[in-house]
């Protein structure tokens, strides 16, 4: 063999998988991976990515087809046989353990120790080294997990693997709960790995991250193997095309909001430490975005607006009534008119053994039972049809069970469980979170639908292009406080970044970095 001719890691020839009853999730498909380059995975949700990486990771078994690691045949019958052949997958769904620390998780199977006691000191000193290559050398590893965010929760997974010795690493999903900044460290640690010869497979919705940091591109479309390319040969718009079938029209920006009526005032809200002193007004017709770095208040903000935390200070509004909303809780705010949608649908939006059907009508469950508590089985079906139909969810039937839809239609029955009451006010945050570019379009011109029909509506996101393109003003939140509010003819990617890290830097860098050219 040439000594420049790349190694091949690992290879799928004719991969075929379906679950019962009668879902065909891969059909012949074809894939390798070299030693040294990172292979993204792309396509729409259900297209077959996460159940190929899972086959290659030996948590599922193909049905036809096989597998080769490092020229020799390769059927793992489980997820440690992968590992334990050098294959480490980080998953889309987090894993973590909430009852373990910090530390604890990064090791779990590698745990340091002697005469069968953990060293706690070597624990800290390997786990804070994993930690600062996703920029986390600043978090305790004694923390547990369960006080984490799901950026932090994230960035945790991620860490532990990295510091796994593997040959190969499949990381799906990585970014979805993370800012650019959290990105940028760990695209850094990926051309580390590259360069120590670690193969990667690289699956995300982002196109242009993935443009940037993968040598070539295996598209799957219901399944089926339907490009495979070099980066250097795709643009964004082609890239969209062979995943989803289809030209996705760029939308027109939104007509800049005119009337200045107030929707919401927040007057000096704290919440601790996490959230000092933020005050704003949402205007009816409004797309309000908040910016900023993970841990900035961003979540806390609207998880105090929503009354799932209380403020220890600060005032609430509904338009201009003089007197402050008494939330206490999300009860409250549902009943002033106020909804959220959260960052983690799966376990804070949706009930994920439940129907579509009873999902969607829960917030009206007074006004669909009867006088004696009894749910009125038509009326909910009639709701859960008028949802189903307006945001056009694709799912077999209104009993199917949330837990069966893809990303993108779990997230639409989570906006439709809120469009079905009367709220004016809609907290999005993360609205396009791990879900696939097709779906993502669908989301934005719901929420423009939604601001043109007068609702007002607040959405926090980790991707500043979302917010560039969806929102009226962004607000940049800096370790707790709103540091700037920018109209839209003042956007502009580093002085939103510059905002962002203002309370992270001293004035002079801060500035030096938004004159920037």
Known sequence: MNAEEPVMLLE????GKSFPPSTQALDGVDFQLRAGEVHALVGENGAGKSTLSAILAGIH????????????AFAPQHRREGE??????????????????VGESVLLDRLPHRWGWISQGRLRSLATEALSWVGLESLDPSLRVASLSVGHRQLVEIAAGLAAKASVLILDEPTAALTETEAESLFCQIARLKRQGVGIIYISHRMEEVLRIADRVTVLRDGH?????????????ELIHLMVG???????PRPVRVENVAALRVEHLSVGDRVRNVSFTLH??????????????RTETMRAV???????????????????????????AIAAGIAMVTEDRKHEGLLMPWSIQRNIGLPRLPSLSNAWGWIRGQDEAALGERQRASLEIQCSSLDQSVRELSGGNQQKVVIAKWLSGESQVLIFDEPTRGIDIGAKFEIYQLLEKLAAEGKSILVVSSELAELLHLCDRIAVMSRGQLVRTFERYEFGRKQILSAALSRHLSAEKSAALEAQP
């Open 225 to 237: 193997r339907v490009a495979e390319r070099d980066t250097t040969d795709l643009g964004i718009q």
């Open 61 to 72: 078994q193909p049905d036809t087809g096989r597998l080769a690691l490092n020229g020799a």
């Open 12 to 15: 799928a020839v004719g991969i």
């Open 84 to 101: 334990a052949a050098g294959i480490r997958i980080v998953l889309q769904e987090l894993n973590l353990i909430d009852t373990l620390s």
């Open 306 to 332: 929503f009354g799932a935390d209380r403020p220890t200070e600060g005032r609430i509004f509904m338009g201009n009534d003089p007197e402050p909303l008494a939330i206490r809780s999300p009860h409250d």
């Open 284 to 297: 009816a017709g409004e797309i309000l975005g908040f910016a900023g770095l993970m841990g900035a208040g």
């Open 246 to 252: 289809r030209t996705l029209e760029s939308q027109a």
